[in-house]
T-cell receptor, first 117, second 111 residues
Framework: GAGVSQSPRYKVAKRGQDVALRCDPI?????LFWYQQALGQGPEFLTY????????KSGLPSDRFFAERPEGSVSTLKIQRTQQEDSAVYLC???????????????FGPGTRLLVL | KQEVTQIPAALSVPEGENLVLNCSFT??????LQWFRQDPGKGLTSLLL???SQREQTSGRLNASLDKSSGRSTLYIAASQPGDSATYLC??????????WGAGTKLIIKP
């Protein structure tokens, strides 16, 4: 594919439901990032993968948030027992590099807008 | 803790004008600074990346400057066009390899 894709684009969940958000990075990109963007704010870092290894998960707000990238390509961000404060746009980005990937241009997907009622 | 601030939060100018967007950061120990454009429903697009050792970068009608010592960056847009309307965000990469973002400036170019 030409760019980073994310699905679903929109998700409405009832409070307490589990949700799974998918990210397809650019083929061959080693680094993958997840961000959370609240309305009117800049993105905030959630977690970072280098291939299948999750090297940094310091931004995950609680243990209800879990991310994986088992084969080093597609990644899934899972949120368990969703709360209203989880409502945000979840952005995925990928970059080409490995250890230097975090200092290279990141290419972003369109995001998944999550609304928790 | 690094904090990034963008002023103004919104800006509306007539087509054809030159304009400047501002970004400030509190910790000068950064590795790079990036300017992004965000269009509704289309995610973020990287516009310019300035390494910490650089003073400016140019791409077409865009010019970004970086003054690490004062904790400031500016994005200059020449001869603005309606298609430039978007939210512009700056982000700094800190020593922990994380991008710290400003809240953005929403730019409207009036035809």
């Amino acid at each position: 594919g030409a760019g980073v894709s994310q699905s679903p684009r929109y998700k409405v969940a009832k409070r307490g439901q589990d949700v799974a958000l998918r990210c397809d990075p650019i083929s061959g990109h080693v680094s993958l990032f997840w961000y959370q963007q609240a309305l009117g704010q800049g993105p905030e870092f959630l977690t970072y993968f280098q291939n299948e290894a999750q090297l940094d998960k310091s931004g995950l707000p609680s243990d209800r948030f879990f991310a994986e990238r088992p084969e080093g390509s597609v990644s899934t961000l899972k949120i368990q027992r969703t709360q209203q404060e989880d409502s945000a746009v979840y952005l995925c980005a990928s970059s080409l590099g490995g250890t230097s990937g975090r200092r290279e241009t990141q290419y972003f997907g369109p995001g998944t807008r999550l609304l928790v009622l | 803790k690094q904090e990034v601030t963008q002023i103004p939060a919104a800006l509306s100018v007539p087509e054809g004008e030159n304009l400047v967007l501002n970004c400030s950061f509190t910790d000068s120990a950064i590795y790079n600074l990036q300017w992004f454009r965000q269009d509704p429903g289309k995610g973020l697009t990287s516009l310019l990346l300035i390494q910490s050792s650089q003073r400016e970068q140019t791409s077409g009608r865009l010019n970004a400057s970086l003054d690490k010592s004062s904790g400031r960056s500016t994005l200059y847009i020449a001869a603005s066009q309606p298609g430039d309307s978007a939210t512009y965000l700056c982000a700094v990469e800190d020593s922990n390899y994380q991008l710290i973002w400003g809240a953005g400036t929403k730019l409207i170019i009036k035809p």
